[in-house]
């Protein structure tokens, strides 16, 4: 990219710093967060952003070709109504949120779940819903899901308890497995997963008890929902 003033406002030139290597990108980022440019610094928000746009978009594009190739994706998938609201859903979530890496591959998965080549009507609208329900969900939520879900397939069981029947040790193994280190995040994203329908809910009056068993608290919800969001990993 030449040595000329960026102007942020310009389509044209934000497109272009966004594909500069990373490297370049922080470097202007750098300079122009130091610099007394004012009010002008907001702007730097833009250049994020749309860097992160950018990169999502193109790896979904390379990644959509691939599949057909392979003879994994329907090459007509977008001839079908419902496949054609996913992929605006799925669109409208980058360009609206420009997501982080976990919520992202999760979307995608579950978009090209519904496109895949084994995909009826039905499934296809089976994807459709899901892709709104995962617009619900963060980055813990999805680990959460993930982590729990390789219980429940037998992946990653090594010192699981599938019989307990305390919250706090259910949590306490999620923390472990996820490997943050802080149960508060996994106890603080346990109501709204609950809500959901995503994770059975808790027993007794103080919510310290749960019913698990091989599922580790999934339902039958969410054993779907990992199927699609995993199928593309």
Known sequence: MSKRIVNLLNPKDLAELVQQPSIKIAEFLTGFLASSMGDWKLSAGRIVQASIKFNLLTQLGRELQEYIKK?????????????????????????????????????????????SIDMDARQEEVAYQFLLLCKKLNSIDILILGACYKIYLGDDVENVNTGINAFGDWVNTVSEKIGYGLPELISAADPKLVELGLLSGRTYSDKSGIRTGKEFRLTTLSIKLCDFITKYE
């Open 71 to 115: 003879g994994r994706i329907k090459e007509d998938y977008y001839a079908s109504g419902k496949n054609k609201a996913s992929l605006n859903e799925l669109l409208k979530f980058i360009d609206n949120e420009a997501p982080d890496d976990e919520r992202f591959k999760a979307m995608k998965s579950i978009f090209f779940s519904g496109v």
